[in-house]
């Protein structure tokens, strides 16, 4: 067999790439709902999430009706989980897995204190739905909204706008 060193660092930095690489493909409402539905149907028992960040907001706008892509792409979806069955599948969903390759996009299992950044009362404010198995808690829009703003990103500020566009929250009078 006679393969060039060439080939060998083209694979390998392919390989590298993918690996270091988050891809940035999480855009429309749907492929949050095509997610969670997936797992759902995946789940041996029933289990819960709290789904936070970008991916929340695209679930809300998908409860609305609302098509509209995220004006800049989000590599991720943040959920938050005690419940092993579904840490697993999140597992499945990391960073440079099978699972990003095919959607484009990750699952970042956050912990449990990256709730302390919502405001108070926003468990009160969380819409619920459950997808076969998986009982999913979002919390609303302007709540989700709050870390986003704290953090002042460029990338959040252009979330903010496209939630005050569509809808998703009021724009202050």
Partial sequence: MDVSIQTILEGVSRVRHTAAMPQRQLKYPRQVVEWLEEMGQRLPSPGKMILIGSGGLLWHAAERGIATPLPENSMDVDPIT????????????????????????????????????????????????????????????????????????????????????????????
């Fill in 82 to 173: 005690a419940d092993e069955s579904v840490a697993a599948l999140c597992y499945e969903a990391l960073i440079g897995s099978e699972f990003e390759l095919q959607h484009g996009w990750h699952v970042n299992l956050m912990p449990k204190a990256a709730l302390l950044e919502l405001p108070a009362g926003w468990e009160n404010r969380a819409c619920r739905k459950t997808y076969g198995r998986l009982t999913t808690t979002v919390p609303s829009p302007a709540d989700l909204l709050v870390p986003k703003l704290k953090r002042g990103e460029p990338r959040d500020l252009k979330h903010a706008e496209w939630a005050k566009q569509t809808r998703l929250v009021s724009a202050p009078s």
